[in-house]
C-alpha cells in the first residue's frame, strides 16, 4: 500500500523534461502543429529552487542595508519578495523551456525560447519572421471546429 500524497520517490535525481503538443495559429492561416518543451520538477527540485530564491531575495535585503537613500524601498521590497518567489517556484511543477513547430506565415520551422513563467495560450512573435504566432494547447484548441 502507498501512503497517502501519492508522491514516488525519484530514483532518478537528473531533471526530467516533457513535451506537449500545440497549435500554432496566426490571423487566417490554417493552424499548424508544434510542441511545447517543458521541465519537470521533483518535489526536491522545487523545494530547493524556492529556498535559493528566498535566500537570494533576504541577501539582497541585507545588501541593500548601507544603501542609504534607497534602502527605505528595497529592504522591505526585498523581504516580501523573498517568500512570494519562493511560494511560487514550490508550486511550478513545471516551466516552459521552448516551442517548436511550423510557423503557418512563412511556412516554415521555428524554434523560440520562452521564459519558465510563460504558460499556453500565449502569443509570441515567430522569430524567422516576426509574425504574431498564438500558441495554443492542442487539447483545448477548438479554433478549427469554429471554421467550416
Ligand atoms: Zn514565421
Same mark, same amino acid.
Given at each position: 500500500?502507498?501512503?497517502?500524497?501519492?508522491?514516488?520517490?525519484?530514483?532518478?535525481?537528473?531533471p526530467?523534461?516533457?513535451?506537449?503538443?500545440?497549435?500554432?495559429?496566426?490571423?487566417?492561416?490554417?493552424?499548424?502543429?508544434?510542441?511545447?518543451?517543458?521541465?519537470v520538477?521533483?518535489?526536491?527540485?522545487?523545494t530547493?529552487?524556492?529556498?535559493?530564491?528566498?535566500l537570494?531575495?533576504?541577501?539582497?535585503?541585507?545588501?541593500?542595508?548601507?544603501?542609504?537613500?534607497?534602502?527605505?524601498?528595497?529592504? +522591505?521590497?526585498?523581504?516580501i519578495?523573498? #517568500?512570494?518567489v519562493?511560494?511560487?517556484? &514550490?508550486?511550478?511543477?513545471?516551466?516552459? !523551456? *521552448?516551442?517548436?513547430?511550423?510557423?503557418?506565415?512563412?511556412?516554415?520551422?521555428?524554434?523560440?525560447?520562452?521564459?519558465?513563467?510563460?504558460?499556453?495560450?500565449?502569443?509570441? +512573435?515567430?522569430?524567422?519572421?516576426?509574425? #504574431?504566432?498564438?500558441l495554443?494547447?492542442? &487539447?483545448?484548441?477548438?479554433?478549427?471546429? !469554429? *471554421?467550416?
Open positions: 500500500m502507498f501512503a497517502s500524497g501519492g508522491v514516488q520517490p525519484q530514483p532518478n535525481p537528473m526530467t523534461s516533457a513535451e506537449h503538443k500545440i497549435r500554432v495559429n496566426s490571423g487566417e492561416y490554417p493552424a499548424r502543429d508544434g510542441l511545447l518543451h517543458t521541465r520538477y521533483s518535489q526536491k527540485e522545487r530547493r529552487r524556492a529556498a535559493l530564491a528566498w537570494g531575495f533576504w541577501l539582497l535585503a541585507a545588501l541593500s542595508i548601507p544603501i542609504v537613500v534607497a534602502h527605505l524601498i528595497l529592504i +522591505p521590497a526585498f523581504l519578495a523573498g #517568500p512570494v519562493a511560494y511560487r517556484r &514550490l508550486k511550478m511543477r513545471e516551466a516552459a !523551456e *521552448k516551442a517548436t513547430g511550423f510557423c503557418p506565415v512563412h511556412d516554415g520551422e521555428f524554434t523560440m525560447e520562452l521564459e519558465a513563467g510563460d504558460t499556453l495560450p500565449i502569443w509570441q +512573435p515567430c522569430p524567422e519572421c516576426h509574425a #504574431p504566432l498564438h495554443v494547447d492542442a &487539447l483545448v484548441d477548438n479554433t478549427r471546429s !469554429e *471554421k467550416p
